[in-house]
């Protein structure tokens, strides 16, 4: 019969912990965003430390009290740099978030912005 103090901290539980909590961020990111409408986002690439490139989704936005906020949203992995590729990899990202890409009014890609 085990005698010890129970945990339930395991490795697998706070990844579970840490990826719930996750999402519960990222929803209400998204629904401030939606809130006040207009976004911009950044995006650029990186190789993680498996060598696999990532794109990083930035969102940029102004809240309900005039302050400009920038918040990560994920990282997806890219097997191409292609301009067509890469367009459809943001366009498909925003759209899964939930937001209108017709609502996002700046672009920001490897340092270089741009207004629409």
């Known amino acids: 019969m085990g005698r010890g103090i129970p945990s339930y901290l395991s490795s697998t539980i706070c990844d579970e912990f840490v990826e719930l909590m996750g999402k519960e961020v990222l929803k209400r990111i998204i629904k401030d965003v939606k809130k006040v409408k207009y976004f911009a986002i950044s995006v650029d690439s990186t190789p993680d430390a498996a060598r696999t490139d990532q794109l990083t989704f930035i969102i ?57």
């Open 60 to 116: 940029r936005y102004v809240d309900d009290q005039g302050m400009a906020v920038e918040r990560f949203l994920k990282f997806t992995p890219v097997y191409n740099h292609g301009a067509e590729y890469l367009s459809n990899v943001v366009i498909s990202t925003v759209q899964e978030l939930g937001l209108n890409i017709s609502n996002c009014r700046g672009q920001c890609y490897d340092n270089a912005f741009g207004l629409e």
